[in-house]
């Protein structure tokens, strides 16, 4: 029976189907691994931001320097999205992971030995090729292992655990800098990155056992697969989901949240390490609950992005509107709702696993990570710029008006967002009314589901919700 989403009819090569089987363990066991996999990748990437200083002082390099390694590494985290997803395609996630690892390994072997700036930003240039390989195959893997109403939880749960090899380089990490010094440091990063690539290329599997694998494509189906991925609306759709939800709050949590916090609004330092801490627990308990939906009304995905989108837009007109310096529960409320963003960027690969087949899902993956990194490189770029444009000199002459002008640039990309929604989900909903399902109200549909009816008017054979 052919499968239908929240804004359209999936493709009929995607075979997932709603089940009540349970999921076996073995599902679970290689999602474990390649959790694993993308928690050393996140290790990686953060490894560098908190050793910072010490950065600095091995490499004789001012902070404009080691932010062009941050801008570098997710330049080339982006760049290579789509790339990636294509062999991801082709290759099968175990590859793809593996090389990931070994790539991410080698640049901290290199940073390692660096003694200047151009060493260590080729070290870090490879921990961003290597991080690109990482995530979308591990989504890849809970597509192919999960039943479809467990994936959003299940991918949810993912970018939550993820997060734990950002606490791990923030703390162990820095305690063996502090003991050991530079070069052991990123030796043994480097190492755990090799032991890591050892443990995937043993226990993880791309698929369960007796999956019917489709025989690589050839370079022309390469690129007739691209160009189908790209004109599917829940690719595209998926893509600027992505977009609109993730780069406010992965701006405010990589780079410049912090300085607003302290210098600007003129929290302390421990207050502003309180509240994006805060930011990245909230996360990790809205997460779930998202997925829950998502997996519970997936006719309804774009109306939490909606959601999303609205709430953190009003929090930063308040805070940017407010009369002087914000009060801290003010504060507080706008990072309660910056940390949705992460959870909420992930419909948008959920957009890309329903609406597209199996053997396109990596590239369709690929095209979705591009959004969120994109604008965020962009907006960090932006920030930056109209800080030096507005108060020139150090970082500790930066006042509260320059801050408000600098944020507001966040305006251009929700707008390109907002309307990237909106067309796609159209062209997804005319798609779905051609089949003869015409979608009600959201509070009729509410209501409908409150009383056991169905949420939807078909007259011919009910969608499946996946």
């Known amino acids: 029976m052919l499968g239908r989403t929240d804004d359209g009819p999936a493709s009929s090569l995607n075979v997932t189907e709603p089940t009540t089987a349970p999921t076996p363990t073995r599902a679970y066991a290689v999602w474990l691994v390649g959790l694993l996999a993308y928690t050393v990748a996140i290790f990686h990437r953060a490894s560098l931001g908190v050793a910072g200083v010490e950065a600095q002082d091995r490499f004789s390099a001012g902070a404009s320097a080691i932010s062009l390694f941050l801008v570098l590494q997710l330049a080339v985290y982006a760049a290579l999205q789509v790339p990636v997803g294509v062999a991801l395609d082709r290759f099968g996630s175990r590859a793809m992971i593996v090389a990931g690892a070994v790539t991410m390994a080698a640049g901290q072997l290199v940073m390692a030995l660096a003694t200047d700036v151009p060493t260590a930003i080729a070290a870090r240039v490879?921990?961003?090729?290597?991080?690109?390989?990482?995530?979308?195959?591990?989504?890849r893997v809970v597509s192919m292992w999960f039943p479809g109403?467990?994936?959003?939880l299940v991918t949810?749960?993912?970018?939550?655990?993820?997060?734990?090899?950002?606490i791990v380089a923030a703390y162990p990490l820095v305690t063996l800098l502090h003991h050991a010094g530079w070069t052991p440091t990123f030796l043994g990063a480097a190492a755990v990155g090799v032991l890591v690539g050892v443990l995937v290329l043993v226990a993880l599997?791309?698929?369960?056992?007796?999956?019917?694998?489709?025989?690589?494509?050839?370079?022309?189906?390469?690129?007739?697969?691209?160009?189908?991925?790209?004109?599917?609306?829940?690719?595209?759709?998926?893509?600027?989901?992505?977009?609109?939800?993730?780069?406010?709050?992965?701006?405010?949590?990589?780079?410049?949240?912090?300085?607003?916090?302290?210098?600007?609004?003129?929290?302390?330092?421990?207050?502003?390490?309180?509240?994006?801490?805060?930011?990245?627990?909230?996360?990790?308990?809205?997460?779930?609950?998202?997925?829950?939906?998502?997996?519970?009304?997936?006719?309804?995905?774009?109306?939490?992005?909606?959601?999303?989108?609205?709430?953190?837009?009003?929090?930063w007109t308040i805070v940017l509107l407010w009369p002087g310096r914000a009060p801290l529960p003010l504060l507080i409320v706008l990072v309660l709702v910056l940390g949705t963003n992460g959870p909420g960027s992930m419909i948008g690969f959920d957009y890309a696993r329903t609406?597209?087949?199996?053997?396109?899902?990596?590239s369709a993956s690929g095209f979705v990570n591009v959004g969120g990194f994109f604008a965020s490189l962009c907006t960090i770029l932006a920030i930056g710029a109209v800080l030096d444009v507005l108060t020139p000199g150090s970082s500790t002459d930066y006042d509260l008006s320059a801050f408000r002008a600098a944020f507001a640039v966040?305006?251009?990309?929700?707008?390109?967002?907002?309307?990237?929604?909106?067309?796609?989900?159209?062209?997804?909903?005319?798609?779905?009314?051609?089949?003869?399902?015409?979608?009600v109200p959201l509070v009729v549909a509410v209501g409908a589901r409150l009383r056991g009816r169905s949420a939807y008017i078909a007259p011919e054979t009910p969608p499946t919700e996946r």
């Open 156 to 166: 949810q749960l993912t970018g939550i655990f993820g997060q734990i090899g950002q």
């Open 355 to 362: 609406e597209n087949p199996a053997e396109r899902l990596g």
């Open 205 to 315: 599997r791309d698929t369960p056992p007796g999956t019917q694998v489709a025989a690589p494509a050839g370079l022309a189906a390469v690129r007739e697969n691209l160009a189908a991925t790209w004109r599917e609306p829940g690719t595209r759709i998926g893509l600027y989901t992505h977009l609109v939800t993730q780069f406010s709050g992965t701006v405010f949590a990589l780079l410049w949240g912090y300085p607003f916090l302290t210098v600007g609004e003129g929290l302390s330092a421990g207050a502003g390490a309180a509240l994006l801490t805060l930011l990245v627990l909230v996360g990790m308990a809205f997460g779930p609950l998202l997925g829950r939906l998502c997996g519970r009304w997936p006719l309804r995905r774009s109306n939490l992005v909606f959601g999303i989108l609205g709430a953190t837009v009003v929090m």
């Open 126 to 139: 490879l921990v961003g090729a290597g991080d690109a390989m990482t995530f979308t195959s591990v989504l």
């Open 410 to 439: 966040q305006y251009v990309f929700w707008a390109i967002g907002l309307v990237g929604v909106l067309r796609h989900r159209r062209a997804l909903r005319e798609r779905l009314a051609r089949d003869g399902v015409v979608l």
């Open 149 to 152: 109403r467990t994936v959003p």
